[in-house]
């Protein structure tokens, strides 16, 4: 009989069993419903103790998986060069009282430039690398290499919040055509990287600080552009939150820009 099965406890409410194994319902001459339920032998609990263990070490093992796999580059979108023709044709805006609209060639056409794209002039992580690339401002004036930043924003005083820890010019890009040609974002995994924190701190014992107003995702790079038709000598893809650029490769790459008056003249 079905109420006979091992491991089932039959649920019903008392009454008489026929033949066939059916609960007779003494009341109506019928049947009265019956479920079947499985019997859970609670006697030994360490049963349920090994699941809740079981469950709890795979919650952990994915867990740090998932943390493992934050920290590399797997995940990571790979940054798209820049051509130089791509670069030119990028229309720029100054940030006077009456905005100018100039082509982005005009930069570094005569002398070179080096270019930072800021990912957000509030961030401190920016504002640590815009003060590291002030630092070459001198050495740059003797090679006679301007140093320029652009923004993708203009949101209140931003800008002029940020230009004391920036030593140069900063021009507007309102189309984000400096973080292309495929814009790169990095979201809410770039809080679980140890690469980011370490970042973080660095930027903090250094005395930086900042907000949290505008666009932060989108990430930035800096650029050394050489004269003319030299070409783009230095591209740096900011691939986290404060990855900043070798001070030492924008020199480098920096000293390589020839003017255009000495470009021409060896044509």
């Known amino acids: 009989m079905l109420q006979d099965l091992p491991g089932w406890e039959l649920l019903c409410s008392p009454g008489p069993?026929?033949?066939?194994?059916?609960?007779?319902?003494?009341?109506?001459?019928?049947?009265?419903?019956?479920?079947?339920?499985?019997?859970?032998?609670?006697?030994?609990?360490?049963?349920?103790?090994?699941?809740?263990?079981?469950?709890?070490?795979?919650?952990?093992?994915?867990?740090?998986?998932?943390?493992?796999?934050?920290?590399?580059?797997?995940?990571?979108?790979?940054?798209?060069?820049?051509?130089?023709?791509?670069?030119?044709?990028?229309?720029?805006?100054?940030?006077?009282?009456?905005?100018?609209?100039?082509?982005?060639?005009?930069?570094?056409?005569?002398?070179?430039?080096?270019?930072?794209?800021?990912?957000?002039?509030?961030?401190?992580?920016?504002?640590?690398?815009a003060a590291d690339l002030s630092s070459l401002k001198s050495m740059l004036d003797q090679l006679g290499v301007p140093l320029y930043a652009v923004v993708k924003e203009h949101i209140r005083t931003e800008v002029e919040d940020f230009q004391p820890y920036f030593k140069g010019e900063i021009f507007l890009d309102e189309k984000k055509k400096f973080y292309g040609p495929q814009r790169r974002k990095m979201m809410f995994m770039g809080f679980i990287r140890l690469g980011v924190w370490y970042n973080f701190f660095r930027a903090w014992n250094g005395g930086f600080s900042g907000n949290l107003e505008g666009e932060g995702f989108i990430l930035g790079g800096v650029f050394v552009v050489g004269s003319g038709k030299q070409g783009i000598l230095l591209e740096h893809r900011e691939k986290e939150f404060g990855d900043k650029v070798n001070l030492l490769s924008v020199l480098e790459a920096a000293k390589m820009i020839k003017p255009q008056t000495l470009a021409s003249e060896k044509k």
């Open 17 to 129: 069993w026929d033949h066939s194994g059916r609960l007779e319902d003494s009341t109506s001459g019928g049947f009265a419903v019956w479920i079947l339920y499985p019997a859970l032998e609670l006697e030994d609990p360490s049963f349920f103790t090994m699941g809740m263990w079981s469950i709890g070490a795979g919650a952990l093992g994915a867990a740090a998986l998932a943390l493992l796999l934050a920290n590399t580059d797997v995940f990571l979108s790979k940054p798209q060069k820049a051509a130089l023709e791509y670069l030119e044709d990028i229309d720029l805006k100054t940030l006077e009282k009456e905005p100018r609209t100039l082509k982005a060639k005009e930069l570094w056409e005569k002398n070179g430039a080096v270019i930072m794209a800021v990912r957000r002039p509030g961030c401190f992580l920016c504002r640590e690398e």
